[in-house]
């Protein structure tokens, strides 16, 4: 999988070209050949390396293509997501396995009983009022979200779609989760939890892995208070950069002052679906999309 780490930032976020790098085998040679300064060698084994890289470059642009032009036009979106959950679940295996991936850090973070709620979610809650009760939705095994808010009475809850796998993950490389992930989908939030039991609900970096990505944040609507807050934050078009493979399928974008959420066979716009409802607002910065969606009191 191309993604390697959400919170990292973007000089440490992996890119394609990792899949350009030589074969590690012919680094090797190259290695030894540079060693002695064997020009001869040093020669072949540049046209080798090119060409291996040439050939990993067009294997990989042609599945790419494939891919795009498959998933996108997939009609049972629900079916290409339970094929696609495998994936999501060898990633995590891998960032548990080594703490965290390129962002050790961010794992430490995850892990901190008390680490303070970041100030890109507490700068979009200002009239959220003392008591705070926020749900991470999609949250993978260890919430990203800080486990307390000085000066407020701050509970977190944590669901994803994969929480009975990430418990067996956890088991197995025995991470104590400071708060464990529940089983929901976020589509059906409604049947998990009472109507209006949270004062936020928080989505980052899984809407648009979901299989019905409207509906989930109707449901997060719903679970909120009157006057409470469903709060998205998402790369823009995450689903085109990564040719909808994986669980990735489908696109936010902030488009003249209203947020779109679409593939090519689909186009919702958040104000228009939440009218009498609740008020739209947000912003895109650095590649990413934040919508704040304030239910009506
Ligand atoms: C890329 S991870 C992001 C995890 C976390 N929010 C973060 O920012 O690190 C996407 C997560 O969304 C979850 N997910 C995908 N579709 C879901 C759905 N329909 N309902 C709940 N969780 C879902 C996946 O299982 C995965 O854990």
Partial sequence: MLYLGWRCPPSQRSSEASYFKPQAKVARVAERALEHNDEGVRGEVDSVSTLRSLAHNVKF?????????????????????????ADELAYWRMWLATGGAHCPADYQFRLDPEAELQESITSQLDRIGARVRLLDVGAGP????????SGHDFSLTAVDALADEYDLLLDEFAVVPPVRTRRCDTEHLAKAFVRASFDVAYASNTLDHSYAPMEAIHQMVDI???GGIVLLHHRTNEAER???????????EWVDNDCHLWRPSKTWRLRDELVNQATVTGAKAHGDVTVVITKNS
Avoid: C, I, M
């Fill in 142 to 149: 260890l919430t990203s979200v800080g486990k307390r808010w």
């Fill in 242 to 252: 990564q040719a909808y493979t994986g669980l990735h399928q489908w696109n936010f």
């Fill in 224 to 226: 909120v208070r009157p």
């Fill in 61 to 85: 642009r042609a599945k790419r293509y494939y891919l795009r032009r498959r998933n996108s036009q997939a009609a049972d979106l629900q079916e290409l997501w339970a094929t696609a959950l």
